[in-house]
Every structure is written in C-alpha cells, then in structure tokens.
C-alpha cells in the first residue's frame, strides 16, 4: 500500500517539519514551505539544527504581504517541542518567493530533565 505523502509530512514531528508547516500557517495558505537543507550544528554548549527553507507563493501575491512575511519572520515565536528557534533570516526576498535561513536549538533545560 502506497504512503500517503500528505499523511506523512502532517506526521513528521522534526523541528525543521514542524518550522515550515508554522510558516506555512503564517502565510495562511498562501504558499507552500519546503525544508530545502539540514545541517547539524553545535557549539561548545549548545546542539542543534541548521534549517534552508523556501517559502513559494501560490499565484500572483499582493507584494505587501510578502513584505510584512518577510518583516515578521525573525521576531515570531515559534513552537517547537524541545527545541527553540535562536536565530531565523529571511536571506532572500522576491515576488515569487523567499528564502529562509534558521538555527534551532535543543532545550537544555528540557534536556537535563531527561
């Protein structure tokens, strides 16, 4: 039996997955969101997840819309299980689309209480 691939990514559970579909909700339907890349990423007291995502508009987009996106990205607060997002930027901005650069990091505080 095939895998129904809107069943899997509404199961996936990862801080990248669960970025994008907040985004997503953000642009209220207005575009899709595609975890491009993944890197890890660490430093001498953090862990984490380096996040490429592309942000595509559905159609023909009002550019003001876009902008506000753009302008509200790296101050939202998003929920992510285990996880913050300590650094999000949009790199690039342009009618069709918006590229997006973010660092999530695992909770050390919920981390020691494991």
Not at 41 to 46: K, L, Y
Not at 94 to 109: C, M, R
Request: proline fraction near 7%; aromatic fraction near 4%; hydrophobic fraction near 45%.
């Amino acid at each position: 039996m095939p895998v129904d691939p809107v069943r899997l990514k509404s199961c996936r559970k990862d801080p990248g997955s669960l970025l994008a579909a907040q985004i997503e909700a953000l642009a209220e339907s207005r575009a899709s969101v595609t975890l491009e890349r993944e890197r890890p990423w660490a430093s001498i007291t953090f862990t984490g997840m380096r996040h490429s995502l592309i942000v595509r508009w559905n159609g023909v987009t009002d550019p003001a819309v876009i902008k506000k996106l753009a302008r509200t990205l790296p101050d939202q607060e998003f929920a992510i299980p285990g996880h913050f997002i300590a650094d999000l930027l949009v790199t690039e901005q342009t009618q069709t689309h918006l590229l997006v650069e973010a660092l999530s990091i695992i909770d050390p505080v919920l981390r020691e209480r494991l």
